[in-house]
Nanobody, 123 residues
Framework: EVQLVESGGGLVQAGGSLRLSCAAS????????IGWFRQAPGKEREGVSC????????VYVGSVKGRFTISSDNAKNTVYLQMNSLKPEDTAVYYC????????????????WGKGTLVTVSS
């Protein structure tokens, strides 16, 4: 059974940090790109960051560059999202997802999704 389980969300003040984890199981981790997406109330789900687990290549949406860092521990089948200098506009449910596509982390092309973890940033 394929599972992606997010953890690490919570309430933090603006300027603070959180580290999200995405634990994967049930598929060959190294064959997939793993992405973090987020969805704020009333907004569409957007891509935040993506990592190709076979070579470590990463991409970020412009609004988080320099603040968020994605990484993977292939021995643990886990992807992390270190979030620093958090802003109220980062408040959202954060989801991790996996894609075997050569196109990487395309929102509508992901193969598997987790259930999400809520991040709330207070001002």
């Amino acid at each position: 059974e394929v599972q992606l389980v997010e953890s690490g969300g919570g309430l933090v003040q603006a300027g603070g940090s959180l580290r999200l984890s995405c634990a994967a199981s049930g598929f060959t981790f190294d064959d997939y790109a793993i992405g973090w997406f987020r969805q704020a109330p009333g907004k569409e789900r957007e891509g935040v960051s993506c990592i190709r687990t076979n070579n470590g290549n990463t991409v970020y949406v412009g609004s988080v560059k320099g603040r968020f860092t994605i990484s993977s521990d292939n021995a643990k089948n886990t992807v992390y999202l270190q979030m620093n200098s958090l802003k109220p506009e980062d408040t959202a449910v954060y989801y991790c997802a996996a894609s075997r596509s050569a196109y990487g982390c395309v929102r509508d092309g992901m193969d598997y999704w987790g259930k999400g973890t809520l991040v709330t940033v207070s001002s």
